[in-house]
Nanobody
Framework: QVQLVESGGGLVQAGGSLRLSCAVS????????MGWFRQAPGKEREFVAA????????YYSDSVKGRFAISRDNAKNTVYLQMNSLKPEDTAVYYC??????????????WGQGTQVTVSS
């Protein structure tokens, strides 16, 4: 069984930075592609970023491209989301997800419980 636990969320002023972490249990972490999604109140869950198992290929939504960076450390079973130049519209619950393939739809097999990110203006 694969379990995902996010951390690193919080309250930050616009223009600030946060780094989210997602710790993944299980010995097969290095074989999974990982994604970050977010969901704001009253809105659908949306794709933020994803990374293949090797870390070579990375994908971003247009809304975060150039500001956010996804990375992974397979030795630590952890995926990260570095968020810079944060905007109030980035406020949401952020979820990490794992599956065999990278997709931008919220159809990943495994999900974390989410971590709240709030950006004040």
């Amino acid at each position: 069984q694969v379990q995902l636990v996010e951390s690193g969320g919080g309250l930050v002023q616009a223009g600030g930075s946060l780094r989210l972490s997602c710790a993944v249990s299980g010995r097969t972490f290095s074989t999974y592609s990982m994604g970050w999604f977010r969901q704001a109140p009253g809105k659908e869950r949306e794709f933020v970023a994803a990374i293949t198992w090797s870390g070579i290929n990375r994908y971003y939504s247009d809304s975060v491209k150039g500001r956010f960076a996804i990375s992974r450390d397979n030795a630590k079973n952890t995926v990260y989301l570095q968020m810079n130049s944060l905007k109030p519209e980035d406020t949401a619950v952020y979820y990490c997800a794992a599956d065999a393939s990278v997709v931008t739809a919220p159809t990943y097999r495994y999900w974390g419980q989410g971590t709240q990110v709030t950006v004040s203006s």
